[in-house]
């Protein structure tokens, strides 16, 4: 497991430094290979996204590619956002929370590959 859990965080980690998110590839690798309970994966993705973006933003920032006057109040509402999936998800049922977060992830995934290239 401990092979998982260094590829999982490596591969997570890369994806996240790209902007798209780690907990996209750290969460189904969580569900599929260890015993956890969707609201610990889900957890455990939160404390590992907290570093991962630190090292990200501090790579933006350096190269100019952060505008923080727009990214202020996303983050204000994101905070309260957090907070209120985080006491939904602790009170949802493990196997419907899991569903929940499938569906999210093949939703984002169907708009991926639908929408047009805007390059």
């Known amino acids: 497991m401990t092979a998982v859990l260094i590829i999982s965080g490596l591969v997570s980690g890369i994806i996240a430094g790209m902007g798209v998110g780690g907990g996209s ?3 189904p690798i969580l569900a599929i290979f ?3 309970s969707q609201q610990e994966i889900q957890g455990i993705n939160l404390v590992v996204f907290i570093p991962a973006s630190i090292a990200a933003l501090y790579v933006h920032k350096k190269n100019g590619s952060t505008d ?3 990214a202020k109040p996303i983050i204000i509402y994101g905070i309260a956002g957090a907070a209120a999936g985080a006491f939904i998800a ?3 049922d493990t196997a419907l929370l899991r569903k929940i977060f499938a569906g999210f992830i093949l939703l984002i995934g ?10």
Do not use: C, E, G, M
């Open 90 to 92: 602790l009170s949802l």
């Open 25 to 27: 590839i750290l969460v």
């Open 110 to 119: 169907l708009f991926q590959l639908i929408k047009k290239d805007r390059s």
């Open 68 to 70: 923080f006057s727009l």
């Open 34 to 36: 260890t015993t956890l």
